[in-house]
Each structure stands twice: as structure tokens, then as C-alpha cells.
């Protein structure tokens, strides 16, 4: 039986073959479906690159196994390829029949044979199993579970794949395309700042990261520096900030921002920007830094080093800092702040230098970079405080309390004064508060005084004259000013509490003077019972040698006593000079006294300095020496009556000046009398003025002191001193008699009374009554006055009229006997009638002289040329008479002649005097010579002004200008003449001004020549200017005897110093403005006291705004 | 044709008229006072400020200045008063009356201590003026910087007692009146050289500030 093995084993194979190619393909299938999801899915997320999908597309080529398995099907197709899945196959399928199993497979194998067993075999399994039933279970399709499952699969994975394909369509067509590169998508961006930056040491930086990344994104920023990396991760500012804060940056370093996947699903794993570079340059470092502080100059400190470790300086103002520094490296620039002042650094290499003057404290910075530009890590800060010089200490010491000026007008003072850096001045401030001043001066007038300027402490003590004119009533404010030597910031100022010297009353100052007046009276007179004595001395003396032929032993003593006393007498003629000099000074200051009286007192003076160079010291002290030896009788003789006659000479001078000084007394009571009633007329018109403004007590007051003042008045119209004039002291008692009939006390002490009964309007009605009274008073006393002093000046006239009678009678009777007087002869008639006439001349010379001295002792014009001329005349008139005795005619005649000349050059000295007196105002003849002097002086100034009329320089000789020279030289010559005429009357008076006058009237004598050489040079124009100028000094020196400060000329120091303070908004007027308040008050009705009260505000205010 | 002969004469003679030439210069007056002080010190000083002022400024200035009585009608006929001296200062009421009628009606004074003049200056100044006062000026003030410029004030000329140089001023509705220098000496350094013996610098110095404090009251900026 055929069994058809063949046909089923190829229908098995084919099946078998089919099923094996159908599952592998659909596997395979399946397999790329999953794989190509899964590629697609991973290509989708993470972007591969190109090489990767190379990769993953690689697997895909092992569909190839495809074609083999193909391959495989024909193979497996082919029966007659690998028995053994043959022989599965046969097995396999005779398992599927239960009935046959092996059977089968025995059957196909022993088909092969050909054996009966093997058909037989065969034939049993065709009986079996029929081929028909077999190629019918073959036919039948397997179970299609095993496909259908896979088929399931295979489509599920189909399906999923085309799914993912076509949802991930992006990623597939990546995939099949993997040699294209596709850029990783990132839509986020993102910027990095400050990017590449240069930063200095120590600096900090701020990176910061602006972007549009999601907020879950990590980020970081990576800093790599040498040795070390970092990793930040950035503050968020906000939704698109990002910071990264590096504080205090050493080394260079780089950095990068970059930001991570959040997850692994994302196709890019960290994304990062590109790397910068944060190159650190390193600071310059501070060396060394040192301070010098220089002190101003002046306060002589030496100079103190700070280092910069010290953070704070203390300096004095006015301290020059000097900064020097050294940078580690060069310095580039630099400066230094100080408030808003701004100083660069000078620089050299590493070192830098500065300096400045702190105006105030505050902060010094100091900064510095190098060449670079790098700068020092921080600023340096350096605290300046200034400290001010302190101001002087000054305390006084004496006086305590205020004083009372005495006559000596000196105040003395101790003050201890003391400075940290020296003291420049030191003063005394006066400030004189006058009693009839309505609005008192505030100045303060500055007086220095001595110290030692190299200590810085001292106690100082002396003796203050006061200077200023003061008045009686008047008050000295003062106070002692000390000033230091700061030329910063302007010198410190102190000064004392303020003391009161209180300058006695008139009366006061009146009575003090005639105090001084008796006891230059009583120094006087003792001086004349000293020479009085020697007189007698010497005469007991001469009469002594005359008859005995020798001298006592007692009255030699008695002469060496008084010789020896001589030295005394001397240093009391001297203090007697001084403390005249000194009156002369005070009274000049305190205007007591008309010019008049101080004009005699300084004739006083001139009078007693004579005094001192009297023959009579000479001759003393030619006794003293001679009463040491051995002398003989006629010497001792002869030098007695030589001391005698100048004891008597001494004894008449002094005479005269103690009779000189009763009439400057007599003259200064008289103008007492008319300053004590000027004084309360002023003060009784000026309460009547300012009735308004004062208070009943002070109007009270006022007339109280009034009422003083005029007894004190009485007092001295009543009490007056021996020996005083007689015509003077009636008119006195006959004023003192008016005065108490006027009853002006009374009527004073009603308006007092009234005044402090606050019944105003009585009081001022005897108040007004009293001021007629006194005005009235003050008129009859100088009408007094004046008749007296008009009654001096006709008295000395008469006196001069007298004299010069005379001596016209001398000279005629001596003119008269002249001729013929050689030829006249012994005893002869002529020589009779001669010698007569000589001796009346003689007489009457005699008689002149007396007259003279008592002249002398009315009036101060008598100098001692009259007294010499008469002397001179008596003398020649006893040669005359001598040589008549002798009989000597020829030598008469000669003396007769000389005689007369002499006796009219008296004549005419007396004449020039007489003349004197006649035009003066009081006969003393003084102010004349001033007036003529500044005359003169005023006729110069015209001369100068008219020469400068000339052009200059002068155009060369010309008649016009000739005529002009010609003139002015004439008219100089003429001011030439006049002004010795002045000067020989000043010599005759004895006015050492005269001196003076000489120097100019020789620059006159050069500028007459210059002229006359038709010469006119600016030197010529220079000596005109000093002639004008020296005479008004000249009629000044006599007008005035102001104490002249010598002319400081010296050049002065130029000195800086800070400017004052800018002008007040008022520009000084702040007074106006008191004053017009002072003014709207006047107009209110406020009572005295609430005006005083608003009064002293006032004041107060003016003193708060100074 | 004669129209325009007749208008160019008259043009010309206007101009001519008003060239500065024709016009009258400016007077110094040096103000003669009572007292009995040197109010004649420094003779020559104010011709050489004068002649000073013309070399270096566009003014005309009388090179004789006037000696100026108070009492006389002088007074108001000089553009700007100078006093000096080393002593004593005097007025009178009348003479007060006449000074501070021609100081407040466009006058001007100018006071130079020589040295002593001070104190007798500042008593009869406030006699003139008793409701205002001397106020020292600021450096910044522009009477220091007309002409020429000081800006640490006034030179310092001679020593007197050794402090330093001050200007002070009264000032009249606003005006400046009176310019008082004070430890200055200015006159001084207006003399001619061999008079002191002064450096040049400081008579320059001195010369200029004359020439600022003239210059400030003419200067109708500062009316």
C-alpha cells in the first residue's frame, strides 16, 4: 500500500514550514511593533542623537532573519531536508491519532523499506488511519488559538505601534531618518549677567539670571576657581529672576549657569550657558599712612606724628595735618575728603602725600587706587576733631573794688594773666562816662601796657596814669584786656570785670589844687629862710673877717652846714619843678583852668628851673671847696660877699615867683569861682531840659547838688587866703554879698523840696527861677572878671608906662651929659654938674630895677633880657662914676656912650613889651604869638600853593616865569622876616619854641635860594610843604600841649587773617533803631519810672547786640 | 545844503561839547579840622593818589586836590573828602551839621589814622552820626575789589601798634559814607618813596586800595 508519506510529510513540512514562518513573522513583527514603539517613545522623549538612532535602528536590521527564515520555509518545505524534523513531524502527527501514534511514524520510516514488515506497516496504518481521513485532518486548519493569539498580539502591537507612530510622529520620522540631526528642542531661555566682568579684590558680585524657565527646573550656577568648584543654587528674586551673591571675591574664577532636566523624561539632561570669567584684580594694600600735625605758628608747638593706627585725631585749629602714605603697589590717583573740601594726592611711585588745614572737625576719607585703577579695599576714615585755643585767663588782683582817683591821677594794679600760647597784648580799657553827656560814648579806648612777651605767665603789677580828660563828676570805666596770640582763627580776648574810678568833684579838684599851690608856697618860702640865712651868714661873715681880720670857728661851721645843704636845696628846687610839671599836666587834662593860667604855671616853671642854675649853687660849692683848705682872710672875704650878693639875688627870685604863684592863685580862684557857677548853670539848664525823661528823686537830686556847688562857692568867696589881692578879695566879698541876695539857695532847696514831693510843676517853676537867677549869677561874674583882669592889664600898662618914662628920662640925662665929657676937668663945674647927673642915672637905674621886680610879680611877659640890660646899664653908669672919681674923662665919655646905647636898647626892650601887653588879652602875651604863628603858617600854605601853580618840570627860562620865581622868592623872604621877629620875641620871653623856629627859617633861607637860582625842583616844593607843616606844629606846641605820640613809621608786617563777620542786616544802624524806639516811647505816657525802666532796657539791649 | 552845514556844526560842537577832555575832572578834597591835629600830614599823598588813579583808570582827577575848610562852600564842591592826622579832632556843631548834611547827600569821607587819630575820629564821628555805628567790612566787600583786588583786605602799610589792618564803614540808608582805615596808614604809602623808605610792593598796594575806595563811591554801581 502506498502510503503517501511523501505527500502527507510534505503537506506537514508544508504546513509545519508555513506555521514556523507565519509565527516567526509574526514575531518578528511583533517584536519590531514593541521595539519600534519603545525606539519611537524613547526617540520622542530624549531627542538621540544620530549616532544613537543608527544604533537603535540596528536591531531593526535583524528583520534580515526574515529572508532566512524565508529561506528556512523552503528549506523546511523540502521534505527531504532534515529528516529529523521529518521524523517530528510523523511523530507528531501520529500523535494527533490516538489510534495510530507511533505507529505512524514506524510506518513512514519503514516506508522507506521496501521490506513487507514495512508495507505491511504501512498498509496497517492505511487501514488505520486512511490517507483521505489524514489529508482530511490535515486540511483542517489548526487551532487557531496559538495563531490567533499571536495574531492578536502581533495587531495589538501593530496597532499600538502605528498609534504611538503616528501620535509620536515627530520622533518616528526621526527615527527613520537617523543620519538627519535634529536639535534638541529647549524653548526656554535665559541671560546671565553681568556675564565676563573684572572685579577687584574684595569686591562682591551679583550674578544674576533673568529667564523664562519653569520654576521646577534645578538650577545651578557652577563657580570654578583654581582649585575648587562651587556649586550655588540661585535665590529666586522672582518668576523670572535669579540672583547668586559673591561677597568679598579673592581669586579669579569662572562661572556658568545651567539648568537640569527636572526628570529623566526630557530629552536633554542639563543645559548650560556659556562660561565667564570673573577676573579678580587684587587692591593696592596701605603700607604705611602717617599724620603729621603742624601747630600754627604761633603757638610755637613742635609738630606730633600720628600713625595710621590711631582713627581719630585730636588738633588744635588752625593745624596743618600733612598725610604721607606708601600703596603696595604705584599709586595712580588719590584723594583725600575732608567735610566738602576735596584734596587730590601728589603722588610719587608708591608713596602719596597731602595735606590740609581742617576748617572745622569732622571726617577725613582718604582713598586711593592704583595705576591701575584698583583702589585700596575700603576707604579710610579718620575722625578730626579740633579743639579751639583757648582764650587768655586774666584776674586782677588789685584793684578789688572801684577807687576814687586822688590827685596823682594813678590807679595801681596787679593782674595775673596767663596763656597756653602766648600773649600779644596786653591793656587797660578806658571808657569815660561824662556827666553831662546825653548819649555817653562807648568806646573804649585801649592803653597798653608792659608784660613780658616770652612768658605765657605772669603776674604783673604798675602803675596806671590816667590819661583822659576827665571832669570833675566824671566816671573812668576800666578793665584790664588781655589778647593771645592767635593769628588762626583771630586772637582770644579777656577781659576783667569792668571798675569805676571816680574822678573827684570840682570842688574836690579845686580844693586839691590849692593844696598843691600852698604847699609850692611852703617849699618856696622854706627855700628863701635858706637863703635869707646864708645872707646873714654870709654877711655876719664879712663882717667878722672885716674886723677881727679872721672868722670864727662857729660861723665857718655855720656856713659849712648851710653850704652843705645845698644838694638838698637842690633836689627840693627839683621836686618842686616835678610836681609843677605834674600840676601843669593834670590841670591840662582836667581843663580847670584857662590856657592863661597854665600858660603862667609853665612860666612858673621856667621861673624855678632858673632857680636851679643860680649863680649862687656855683658859689657854694667854690665855698665848700674853699672851706676845706686853708684860705686866707681877704679870699674868705671876697667870696662871702660873692655868696652874699647872690643869696640876695636868689632870695629875690625866689621873691618874685612866691609872689608869681599867689597871682596864679589869685587867678585860678577867680576862674574857680566861674567854673563852680558854669558848672551849676550847666546842670540846672540841663535838668530843666530833661525834666521829662528823669524822676522826681533824680531832679531832687540835681538840685541838691546844685545847691552844693554854689555854697561851696560861698565857702570860697568867704575863706580866702592871706595875701591875696586886695581888689580881688572885695570884688569877691561884694559877689559873695550879691549871690546871698539873690537867695538862690532858697529857692533851690524849694524846688527840691518840691521835686521829692513829687509836685513837679512847683518845683519846676523854682527851678526855672533858679536857672534865671544863676544865669544872671554866671553873667555878673564874668562881667567880675573881666574888670578885674582888664584892670591887671591897665595896671601892668601903667607899670610899663612908668618904667618907660624912666628910662626916656636915663637916656636924656645920659645923652644930655655926654658931650664934652673927656674935655671937662678936676673939679671944675662940668665934672660937678656930670657927676650929679650920673648919680641920679644911677638912682634911677636903681629905682627901674625895683620897678622891674615888681612887674616881674604881676606879669609873666618879663623875661630876664630886661633885667640884664639895666644890670648892664648900672654897671656901666659905676664906670662912669669910677672913672670920674679917677679922672679918667676920656674913659667916662667912652662908658657914657656905651652907656646910652645900652639904656635905649632897654628903652626899646620895654618898649617891644609894653607893646606886647597892650595887645593881648590878659597882658601875658602868649596866645598872640600862637595866633601870628598860625598866621604865618596859613601865608606858607598860600605861597606853596601858589609856586605848585608852576608847570612842572619848568619849560626852561622865560620872562613870565622868571617874574613868577622872582615874586615868590620875594614873598618867602618876607614870611623869613616875620618870622624871626617872632622868634626873637619868644627868646626874649624865654620860650624854648624858638629853638624850633630856627630850623625852619633856615629850610625857608634854601627855598628863598632856590628861587632866586630860578630853581623850583620837587625837593624845593618838599621843604616849602615841611615849612607849613612845622609852623602849624609850632603855633599848635604852644595851643595845645596835647602828649604827641611819636609818628610810627615803620613798615608793617603783612599778616593773613580770616575776614570779619559779614555786615549786620542793619549795617551798623542798630542805634537808629534804639533810637526810634527811644523815640515811639517819648510819645507814650509812661510815668519817669517806667522810662528809666524802659531806659536801662534799652541800654542793656544794645549791649546784648554788641 | 545849509540844512545839513548847520546840523553837522551843531554835531560837531555837541561832540566836542562832551569829549571827556571838555568835561570837569573829579576833585580830592583833604578836609582841614578843628582840634589842634595835623589834619595837613602827608602832604604830597594825595597828588600821588591822584595822579595814580589817572595812570590806571579811565577817571580824570584833579592832581591838586583842595584843601577843604568845613565852613567853607568848598566842601560841596569836592567829589570825595579825605582826612588824616595824628592827633587831637574837633568839630563844631555847626561843622557837624555841615559834614553830615554833605555825607547824606552824596558826599563821601574817607578817614586815615596816621597813628593817634583813633580815638578823637571815632568821639566826633559820633557826633556826626550818633545812630550809627562803624562796622568793620568783610573781606568779600566790594570796595576791596574795584580795581584792583584785596581779597585778605586792606594792606598793611606801616606797624603803628602792630595789629592788624581793619576798615570800617558807616553806612547812610544803605549807602556807604564814611570809609575809616584803621591801623593801615594808607596816606603813608601814598607819599613818595624816599619819604619812608617803604618797599615798592607796599606803596603799590597802598596806591591801588586808594585808588579801590575812590573808584567804589564814584562807581555808580554802588549808589
Redesign the interface.
Known amino acids: 500500500m502506498h502510503y503517501p508519506f511523501e505527500q502527507i510529510l510534505t503537506i506537514l513540512r508544508k504546513k509545519e514550514a508555513k506555521k514556523r514562518f507565519k509565527t516567526r513573522f509574526f514575531r518578528l513583527l511583533h517584536i519590531n511593533c514593541i521595539y519600534l514603539v519603545i525606539i519611537t517613545i524613547i526617540e520622542s522623549i530624549w531627542y538621540m542623537p544620530s549616532a544613537v538612532r543608527w544604533i537603535l535602528l540596528i536591531p531593526l536590521t535583524g528583520n534580515v532573519l526574515l529572508l532566512f527564515w524565508l529561506k528556512d520555509y523552503f528549506h523546511e518545505k523540502n521534505i527531504r531536508k532534515n529528516p529529523l524534523e521529518n521524523i517530528r513531524l510523523m511523530e507528531a502527527l501520529g500523535n494527533r491519532f490516538p489510534e495510530v501514534k507511533d505507529r505512524f511514524i514506524n510506518a513512514w520510516q519503514l516506508s522507506k523499506n521496501s521490506d513487507p514488515l514495512s508495507r505491511l506497516a504501512v498498509q496497517r496504518l492505511a487501514e488505520l488511519l486512511p490517507p483521505h481521513y489524514l489529508f482530511k485532518e490535515l486540511e483542517k486548519k489548526e487551532s487557531p488559538t496559538l495563531h490567533r493569539s499571536l495574531m492578536i498580539k502581533t495587531a495589538l502591537c501593530v496597532g499600538i505601534f502605528i498609534l504611538t507612530s503616528l501620535f509620536l510622529w515627530d520622533g518616528f520620522v526621526r527615527l527613520l531618518t537617523p543620519s538627519h540631526e535634529y536639535p534638541i528642542p529647549f524653548p526656554w531661555t535665559w541671560e546671565v549677567h553681568p556675564g565676563n566682568v573684572t572685579q577687584q579684590e574684595n569686591d562682591s558680585l551679583e550674578i544674576q539670571i533673568i529667564h523664562s524657565l519653569p520654576p521646577h527646573f534645578p538650577k545651578r550656577v557652577t563657580i570654578k576657581e583654581s582649585h575648587k568648584t562651587k556649586i550655588y543654587v540661585p535665590e529666586t528674586i522672582n518668576d523670572t529672576t535669579l540672583r547668586v551673591f559673591l561677597p568679598d571675591l579673592q581669586t579669579s574664577f569662572t562661572y556658568f549657569f545651567s539648568v537640569h532636566r527636572p526628570h529623566i523624561f526630557m530629552p536633554w539632561k542639563e543645559k548650560s550657558s556659556p562660561v565667564y570669567e570673573v577676573q579678580i584684580l587684587k587692591r593696592p594694600i596701605l603700607e604705611f599712612l602717617e599724620f603729621y600735625v603742624i601747630p600754627p605758628a604761633y603757638t610755637r608747638l613742635e609738630e606730633e606724628i600720628y600713625t595710621g593706627g590711631t582713627d581719630k585725631l585730636l588738633i588744635l585749629e588752625g593745624s596743618q595735618v600733612n598725610i604721607k602714605g606708601e600703596l603696595s603697589v604705584p599709586v595712580g590717583s588719590g584723594k583725600v575728603q575732608f567735610n566738602d573740601q576735596q584734596i587730590y594726592l601728589k603722588t610719587n611711585d608708591r608713596r602719596f602725600e597731602v595735606s590740609l588745614t581742617p576748617m572745622r572737625s569732622g571726617t577725613l576719607i582718604l582713598t586711593a587706587t592704583d595705576t591701575l585703577g584698583m583702589s585700596l579695599e575700603n576707604e579710610m576714615h579718620y575722625k578730626i576733631s579740633l579743639y579751639p585755643d583757648k582764650k587768655p585767663i586774666l584776674a586782677v588782683l588789685e584793684p578789688e573794688t572801684d577807687l576814687l582817683l586822688n590827685e596823682t591821677m594813678t590807679i595801681p594794679w596787679q593782674v595775673f594773666i596767663s596763656d597756653d600760647f602766648g600773649i600779644v597784648s596786653f591793656a587797660l580799657e578806658t571808657q569815660p562816662i561824662r556827666t553831662f553827656q546825653q548819649h555817653p560814648d562807648t568806646t573804649w579806648k585801649e592803653n597798653p601796657l608792659p608784660f613780658h612777651p616770652e612768658e605765657y605767665t605772669q603776674t604783673l603789677t604798675g602803675v596806671w596814669t590816667v590819661k583822659e580828660r576827665l571832669s570833675p563828676g566824671d566816671v573812668l570805666n576800666f578793665r584790664f584786656k588781655v589778647v593771645d596770640n592767635n593769628t588762626y582763627t583771630g586772637p582770644g580776648i579777656s577781659y576783667s570785670q569792668v571798675f569805676k574810678a571816680r574822678f573827684p568833684s570840682l570842688t574836690e579838684l579845686f580844693a586839691r589844687s590849692e593844696q598843691q599851690h600852698f604847699e609850692t608856697q611852703d617849699n618856696l618860702q622854706a627855700l628863701q629862710r635858706f637863703s635869707e640865712d646864708l645872707e646873714k651868714r654870709a654877711e655876719a661873715l664879712k663882717k667878722d673877717i672885716l674886723k677881727k681880720g679872721e672868722t670864727d670857728w662857729l660861723q665857718q661851721e655855720a656856713i659849712k652846714n648851710l653850704v652843705e645843704q645845698q644838694d638838698t636845696i637842690k633836689e627840693t628846687i627839683k621836686s618842686l619843678q616835678e610836681s609843677i610839671q605834674k600840676q601843669l599836666e593834670e590841670l591840662e587834662e582836667q581843663n580847670l583852668f584857662s590856657e592863661e593860667v597854665l600858660d603862667n604855671m609853665s612860666y612858673l616853671q621856667d621861673l624855678i628851673r632858673e632857680l636851679e642854675n643860680s649863680e649862687l649853687f656855683i658859689q657854694l660849692q667854690k665855698m665848700q671847696e674853699k672851706l676845706q683848705q686853708e684860705m686866707d682872710p681877704n679870699s674868705l672875704l671876697a667870696m662871702s660877699e660873692e655868696l652874699q650878693k647872690e643869696a640876695k639875688k636868689f632870695s629875690e627870685s625866689l621873691e618874685r615867683t612866691i609872689r608869681l604863684l599867689e597871682e596864679l592863685r589869685d587867678l585860678e580862684r577867680l576862674e574857680e569861682g566861674e567854673r563852680l557857677l558854669t558848672e551849676a548853670l550847666q546842670k540846672q539848664k540841663t535838668l530843666l531840659k530833661e525834666e521829662s525823661e528823669r524822676t522826681s528823686y533824680e531832679l531832687a537830686n540835681t538840685e541838691k547838688e546844685v545847691s552844693q556847688i554854689l555854697k561851696d562857692l560861698q565857702k570860697k568867696l568867704n575863706e580866702l587866703p592871706e595875701g591875696m589881692n586886695e581888689r580881688l578879695s572885695q570884688k569877691f566879698e561884694k559877689f559873695s554879698d550879691i549871690l546871698d541876695a539873690a537867695k538862690l539857695q532858697e529857692m533851690l532847696q524849694s524846688a527840691a523840696s518840691a521835686f521829692s514831693e513829687n509836685e513837679r510843676t512847683e518845683g519846676l517853676q523854682h527851678a526855672e527861677q533858679a536857672g534865671k537867677i544863676l544865669e544872671e549869677m554866671v553873667s555878673q561874674y564874668q562881667e567880675m572878671m573881666a574888670s578885674i583882669q582888664q584892670g591887671r592889664k591897665e595896671e601892668i600898662l601903667q607899670d610899663f608906662q612908668r618904667m618907660l618914662h624912666r628910662a626916656l628920662v636915663i637916656s636924656e640925662k645920659q645923652e644930655k651929659i655926654l658931650p664934652g665929657t673927656q674935655k671937662v676937668t678936676k673939679d671944675s663945674q662940668a665934672l660937678q654938674e656930670r657927676l650929679s647927673e650920673q648919680n641920679f642915672i644911677q638912682e634911677s637905674l636903681k629905682q627901674l630895677t625895683i620897678e622891674l621886680e615888681a612887674i616881674s610879680r604881676k606879669t609873666f611877659f618879663m623875661g630876664p633880657r630886661p633885667f640884664q640890660e639895666v644890670e648892664k646899664a648900672q654897671v656901666l653908669s659905676q664906670e662912669i662914676l669910677d672913672h670920674f672919681q679917677e679922672g679918667r674923662f676920656y674913659q667916662a665919655e667912652q662908658a657914657m656912650t656905651q652907656n646910652l646905647s645900652q639904656i635905649n636898647q632897654l628903652t626899646g626892650t620895654l618898649l617891644a613889651l609894653m607893646g606886647q601887653a597892650q595887645s593881648s588879652e590878659s597882658g601875658t602875651g602868649m596866645e598872640q604869638l600862637m595866633d601870628q604863628l598860625q598866621a604865618l603858617a596859613e601865608m606858607q600854605g598860600a605861597l606853596n600853593r601858589d609856586s605848585q601853580g608852576m608847570p612842572m618840570p619848568l619849560p626852561g627860562p622865560g620872562n613870565e616865569t622868571m617874574m613868577l620865581m622872582s615874586e615868590l622868592a620875594a614873598r618867602q623872604q618876607a614870611l623869613r622876616r616875620e618870622l624871626e621877629k617872632i622868634q626873637q620875641v619868644m627868646e626874649q620871653m624865654g620860650d624854648g619854641t624858638s629853638q624850633h623856629l630856627e630850623n625852619i627859617s633856615s629850610d625857608m633861607e634854601e627855598v628863598i635860594r632856590d628861587l632866586r637860582q630860578k630853581r623850583y625842583t620837587r625837593r624845593t616844593i618838599q621843604r616849602q610843604q615841611g615849612i607849613e607843616q612845622r609852623l602849624l606844629d609850632a603855633s599848635r606846641s604852644i595851643h595845645t600841649r596835647e602828649l604827641s605820640r611819636e609818628r610810627e613809621s615803620q613798615t608793617g608786617k603783612q599778616s593773613v587773617r580770616s575776614s570779619p563777620e559779614q555786615l549786620p542786616h542793619n549795617l551798623g544802624s542798630k542805634e537808629s533803631l534804639i533810637q526810634s524806639i527811644r523815640e515811639k516811647l517819648n510819645n507814650t505816657s509812661l510815668s519817669p519810672e517806667e522810662r528809666t525802666e524802659m531806659e536801662r532796657y534799652l541800654e542793656n539791649l544794645r549791649d546784648m547786640v554788641e | 545844503m545849509m540844512k545839513k552845514g548847520s546840523f553837522f556844526t551843531l554835531a560837531i560842537v555837541l561832540l566836542l561839547f562832551f569829549h571827556p577832555a571838555w568835561s570837569e575832572p573829579l576833585r580830592i578834597g583833604r578836609l582841614k579840622y578843628g582840634g589842634?591835629g595835623?589834619w595837613?600830614?602827608n602832604?604830597?599823598s594825595l597828588e600821588n593818589l591822584a595822579s595814580f588813579i589817572n595812570h590806571n583808570t579811565s577817571l580824570t582827577v584833579d592832581e591838586?586836590p583842595l584843601?577843604v575848610d568845613i565852613d567853607s562852600p568848598d566842601l560841596f564842591n569836592v567829589h570825595f573828602l579825605h582826612m588824616t592826622g595824628?592827633?587831637?579832632v574837633f568839630f563844631t556843631n555847626e561843622q557837624v551839621r555841615r559834614l553830615r548834611f554833605y555825607l547824606t547827600h552824596g558826599g563821601f569821607l574817607h578817614a586815615d589814622d596816621?597813628?593817634?587819630l583813633d580815638?578823637s575820629f571815632?568821639?566826633e564821628i559820633?557826633k556826626i552820626f550818633?545812630?550809627?555805628?562803624?562796622?568793620?567790612?568783610?573781606?568779600?566787600?566790594p570796595i576791596y575789589h574795584q580795581v584792583f583786588s584785596f581779597p585778605?583786605?586792606l594792606?598793611?602799610?606801616?606797624?603803628?601798634?602792630?595789629k592788624?589792618?581793619?576798615g570800617f564803614?558807616?553806612?547812610y540808608e544803605?549807602r556807604l559814607v564814611v570809609f575809616y582805615t584803621y591801623e593801615?596808614?594808607l596816606g603813608?604809602g601814598w607819599e613818595?618813596a624816599e619819604v619812608?623808605g617803604?618797599?615798592e610792593e607796599?606803596r603799590t598796594a597802598a596806591l591801588q586800595m586808594g585808588t579801590n575806595i575812590f573808584y567804589y563811591h564814584i562807581n555808580p554801581a554802588y549808589p
Not at chain 2, 555805628?133 to 568783610?138: A, G
Not at chain 2, 594792606?155 to 602792630?162: F, I, L, M, S, T
Open positions: 589842634g595835623d595837613y600830614a602832604p604830597g591838586k584843601v595824628h592827633g587831637n596816621n597813628y593817634g580815638q571815632r568821639r559820633k550818633p545812630d550809627h555805628e562803624l562796622v568793620e567790612l568783610p573781606f568779600t566787600h585778605n583786605g594792606p598793611k602799610v606801616h606797624e603803628h601798634d602792630g592788624p589792618p581793619q564803614g558807616i553806612f544803605g593801615c596808614d603813608n613818595d619812608y617803604d618797599p607796599i
